[in-house]
């Protein structure tokens, strides 16, 4: 395959990807309380929010560079 038909697809993914799931998430683990051999821990759900431009710009790069390498065939 070509770099930009790969990047195309690529880019094409992550758009749909970012649309859809609209951000990130991810768990962590803190130590809230250590008293010695008693530790107590809590998890924590944190969000990295995407904006749906980013999805709009790489749905549209993705679609531009595949139609545009497919007019060249």
């Known amino acids: 395959m070509r770099p930009k038909i790969l990047l195309g697809m690529i880019l ?3 758009g749909m990807m970012a649309l859809s799931y609209e ?3 991810y768990a962590s683990r803190e ?3 250590d ?3 008693v530790q107590v821990t ?3 759900t944190k969000k ?3 904006s749906p431009v980013f999805g709009v710009i790489a749905l549209v790069g993705g679609i531009a560079l595949l139609t545009r390498n497919t007019s060249k065939v």
């Open 35 to 37: 008293l010695g051999s």
């Open 48 to 50: 990295i929010p995407l």
């Open 31 to 33: 130590k809230v309380v």
């Open 12 to 14: 094409l993914v992550v």
């Open 23 to 25: 951000g990130l998430r």
């Open 42 to 44: 809590a998890e924590t």
